[in-house]
């Protein structure tokens, strides 16, 4: 898993539970990496599962709703890193209808070894677009906070409703419609 | 600072700076995969390049030997390069001339030429173009082309190059196979047949005569399999039929069949199935002409039935039948020739026979057998048309005989006889012309002019009488107009009876023509409308008599008439005159008489007294005897006085006013009836017939009867007396003016004149019966009602 997924998910550990929290889930934690990560590099899929039990267990919050949170969280700072990425959407369907296609094509050229999910679109219309979320991560809560920020940030809001394809949460679908 | 805290921080920072180094390891690391593949690049990109050289000039030389035309041209269509192929298929050589393929290209395809040019950039390759190019020879061809573009070192597109596959044949081809399958189309959907496509029972293909047949449409039938659509008995033999054509047992059959419309009908059709096997020998399909043939069956049917009336209608002619093949033998023949020529055998054992042996049976009733036969003999020779030949039979009757040869396409087929009674006829037609002759010969001799003519009054046809009385020739008169040509006087008359005979009114007349030599004549005329076969008037017939002569005696007639009524009023006048004069020289004769006895009775002696007195009674009869001149000239008029009259009231008068002498009685018999008349004539009439009676009785008792009776039409009365009687020679004589039998001084002899007058005036007669000695009766009539 990339680098900048862990040093953004730390980030927005200490933003939200503070240093006091990052530091205990890492020295809680048997990291092969030791909590050492840099954005430019790559690590096992596994520290993020044991860096999320450990946060699971000290702030006894549900894992899924952190997931949640943190989606939330790594929209903005995915928009501060690369602004012109969105900024060439003027909707949020549009960028969402794009992800497979236009972002991720982007995200390969950066990290030619992501592990990136595939987003199969169903349906779209102006106002509501279907698809199918397929990642053998299974972080699909992930994707729900994405697409709930996505919404914020273009100044709407959205009815995201989601269906477990799944039971492992590999493949999920998402009906998403903007309100008026 | 706690501590912990300070623990904290410094193991985030150690993370931290270990991150750093981290991450400059790996851009480290990265950098130096980016070199070395550089490096890897860039050796591997000049061997690529010599291999493209290589290669490239390898696949030149291929395309340039393909045999297909292969194009190599600039973007503006400019040839840089072709093979062999080419030069030969467009007929132009690249190095020796400058081709531009933009040229070639037919007008009708520029539009899409240019759009497939502008696929080609956009894409880099175009496939299936297809356009009609000319060729350097004019020639036209259909050619399809797939092509990409050629780029140089910096990728930009240069040129294009292409391979021309040569379709024209192709396309021919194809338009041929269209048009074919058009025609077929045309063919299938007007054909008068209907025609279906079957797979098994399945119905795939209709046309629309068959659909117009079953009434369904192409959808509908689509939907149903031939068992559906054929009848029940017939569907069960059919599809036998068809598992035999499906076995390849048959390839073809024909049946007739009979159909199921929509609405239920059925109908007879003509189907013949073939089947189309594929290339394996099965079934494809199944191809049905179906002809419906239910008008045949009907026409067929009704021929049947025509010709059985027809039979019998010749059967049963009145008019002897025999029709003979071109063999000679009997084909037809009828009862009626059997029974007109006497034989005995039916027609039904005659037909097959030889006709001359019916002919010879028949001859022995032929007048003149052996002219028969000549005659026979040349007819058949001829074989033309003959009709009414006349037969003289040796019983007297009259037969007429058609000879009729058949022919049919040019070819002789036999022949026919017929022979027809015109006995009747013949004589009828002799009676006709008789009855004719003999009312033209009535016409012709009659003394009344005969004339017809049209609607127009143009003359059509004049006897001779009509010649002769009007002077003309009949050539002169016909086709003339009758009223110019005769100077009708009365010209609107004749319009107006003309007029009358379209109304089909007859009637007479009269009119005054002028003859030819100018003299008027009265002609009297006859007129009666003229009709024809259908009833309609076309002109009129008129019947003249000449009257001129009966004309002139009338007019002679009336000239004397009122000569005689003006010298009857003069007589009248003067019987006024000549009495008045007569009687006041008598008066003055009388007064003078009176005077002389009166102043001289002293000096005259009785003798001179009685001759005064003579004298006075003479001058007294000459006195009535003027008086009855007065009254029998003034009779003559009916006066309008005329009032109911009792004659017996009438009669007690005259008792009073005469003279009856003392030994005679009036006895009036039946009593009288009242009678219309002028009261004083009819005092007149038995006053004068009274005295007569009463005055000449000589016997001791005079007896005097008046009877009456009715008769239907008069009164009847008479007056008889037992006097002196009249001798026979004066029963005439008595009654005219003047006439007096006795010698008594007080008859005038006009009496009975005067009766006379007054029964001649109310429509009587008087006569009388006599004897001298014995007695005379007068009867007289009146009549009751008069005008």
Not at chain 2, 147 to 173: F, V, W, Y
Not at chain 2, 558 to 576: D, G, I
Request: glycine residues 6%; contains cysteine.
């Amino acid at each position: 898993m990339k680098g900048i997924v862990f040093t953004e998910f730390l980030e927005m550990v200490e933003s939200e539970f503070g240093l006091e929290t990052v530091d205990a889930i890492i020295e809680a934690s048997d990291l092969p990496s030791d909590g050492i990560y840099t954005s430019v590099g790559t690590y096992e899929f596994n520290e993020m599962v044991t860096l999320l039990t450990n946060l699971n267990k000290i702030v006894d919050k549900p894992i899924e709703d952190l997931l949640y949170a943190f989606g939330l969280y790594l929209f903005s700072s995915l928009g501060k890193a690369h602004p012109e990425v969105i900024q060439s959407y003027n909707s949020p369907i549009g960028l969402l209808y794009s992800i497979e296609d236009h972002i991720h094509v982007h995200v390969q050229k950066l990290y030619p070894d992501a592990e990136l999910p595939t987003f199969k679109i169903l349906e779209k219309t102006d106002t509501s677009i279907s698809m199918v979320y397929s990642s053998s991560r299974g972080l699909y809560r992930l994707a729900h906070g994405l697409i709930e920020k996505c919404f914020e940030h273009f100044n709407a809001s959205a009815q995201v409703s989601f269906e477990v394809l799944k039971e492992d949460g590999t493949e999920v679908r998402f009906d998403v419609v903007q309100s008026a | 600072m706690p501590k912990t805290e300070l623990e904290i921080l410094q193991r985030a920072l150690e993370r931290q700076k270990k991150a750093r180094l981290q991450a400059e390891k790996i851009l480290e690391e990265k950098s130096k995969e980016l070199y070395d593949t550089t490096q890897h690049l860039k050796r591997a990109n000049a061997r690529l390049n010599n291999l493209l050289d290589e290669q490239s000039e390898d696949v030149d030389t291929a395309f340039l030997s393909v045999i297909d035309p292969y194009v190599v041209m600039d973007l503006n269509f400019d040839v840089i390069r072709t093979n062999e192929s080419a030069k030969e298929f467009l007929g132009f050589d690249y190095t020796r001339e400058s081709l531009n393929l933009g040229n070639l290209v037919h007008p009708d395809f520029l539009q899409y030429t240019r759009e497939s040019m502008q696929t080609l950039l956009e894409v880099g390759i175009l496939k299936n173009y297809r356009a009609k190019i000319y060729t350097k020879n004019g020639a036209l061809k259909f050619v399809q082309i797939n092509a990409s573009l050629i780029h140089n070192n910096e990728g930009k597109p240069i040129a294009a190059q292409g391979i021309i596959r040569d379709i024209t044949q192709e396309m021919e081809i194809e338009a041929l196979l269209s048009e074919q399958r058009k025609q077929l189309d045309i063919i299938v959907e007007n054909s008068p047949l209907g025609i279906v496509l079957a797979v098994g029972d399945r119905i795939i293909k209709c046309n629309a005569t068959m659909q117009q047949m079953l009434g369904y449409s192409n959808e509908e039938l689509k939907e149903l399999t031939i068992g559906q659509i054929s009848a029940y008995t017939d569907s069960k033999k059919s599809l036998k039929l068809v598992e035999k054509l499906n076995k390849g047992e048959l390839d073809h059959f024909a049946i007739q069949k009979s159909y199921k419309r929509k609405d239920g009908s059925a109908f007879m059709a003509k189907t013949s199935v073939s089947s189309v096997r594929n290339i394996d020998g099965s079934v494809d399909y199944q191809v049905a002409m179906v002809e419906d043939i239910t008008k045949e069956i009907e026409a067929k049917d009704k021929l049947l039935a025509s010709e059985n009336r027809l039979a019998t209608l010749i059967k049963n002619l009145e008019m002897a039948v025999l029709l003979e093949d071109e063999h000679g033998k009997i084909a037809l023949i009828n009862s009626k020739f059997c029974e007109m020529f006497g034989m005995e055998a039916v027609p039904e054992e005659l037909m097959g026979q030889k006709g001359a042996d019916a002919i010879e049976q028949a001859k022995k009733f032929v007048g003149d057998p052996k002219a028969f036969d000549k005659r026979a003999a040349d007819i058949l020779k001829k074989r033309n048309t003959v009709l009414s030949d006349e037969l003289e039979m040796t019983d007297g009757r009259i037969l007429e005989r058609d000879f009729i040869p058949i022919v049919s396409e040019g070819v002789y087929r036999g022949h026919l006889w017929t022979y027809s009674d015109v006995t009747l006829r013949r004589n009828f037609r002799r009676n006709l012309q008789a009855e004719k002759d003999k009312y033209s010969s009535i016409i012709a001799n009659m003394n009344l002019g005969l004339i017809e003519v049209d609607n127009e009054d143009k003359i059509q046809m004049v006897n001779q009488s009509f010649c002769a009385m009007s002077g003309f020739e009949e050539a002169e008169l016909l086709g003339k107009t009758a009223r110019d040509v005769l100077s009708v006087q009365e010209k609107d008359l004749v319009l107006e009876k003309n007029a009358q005979r379209l109304e089909n009114t007859s009637d007479s007349y009269e009119l005054r023509v002028l003859n030819k030599s100018g003299e008027t004549r009265h002609w009297l005329i006859s007129g009666a409308p003229r009709y024809n076969e259908a009833n309609q008037v076309i002109g009129s017939i008129g019947i003249h008599l000449d009257i001129t002569d009966h004309k002139k005696l009338e007019l002679q007639k009336e000239s004397l008439l009122k000569e005689l009524q003006v010298s009857n009023k003069e007589l009248q006048e003067y019987a006024h005159v000549v009495s008045h004069d007569l009687k006041s020289p008598l008066r003055s004769i009388s007064a003078l008489a009176s005077w002389l006895k009166e102043d001289y009775e002293s000096v005259l002696d009785d003798n001179g007294i009685n001759q005064l007195q003579m004298m006075q009674e003479k001058i007294e009869g000459m006195d009535n005897l003027i008086s009855g001149i007065l009254k029998y000239s003034s009779i003559d008029r009916r006066s309008d006085k005329e009032t109911e009259v009792d004659l017996n009231q009438v009669v007690e008068e005259i008792r009073e006013i005469i003279f009856i002498p003392e030994h005679v009685r009036v006895v009036i018999m039946d009593t009288l009836p009242t009678v219309c008349a002028e009261k004083t004539k009819m005092h007149q009439l038995f006053q004068n017939l009274l005295s007569n009676a009463v005055m000449h009785i000589e016997n001791e008792e005079g007896l005097v009867k008046i009877f009456s009776e009715e008769t239907p039409t008069h009164w009847q009365f008479s007056i008889s007396d037992n006097g002196v009687g009249i001798p026979q020679e004066y029963h005439e004589k008595i009654f005219k003016i003047f006439q007096s039998l006795g010698t008594k001084e007080r008859s005038t002899g006009i009496g009975l004149s005067i009766v006379k007058k007054i029964v001649d005036l109310y429509e009587g007669k008087i006569w009388l019966q006599s004897e001298v000695g014995k007695g005379t009766t007068f009867h007289f009539t009146l009549k009751k009602d008069r005008k």
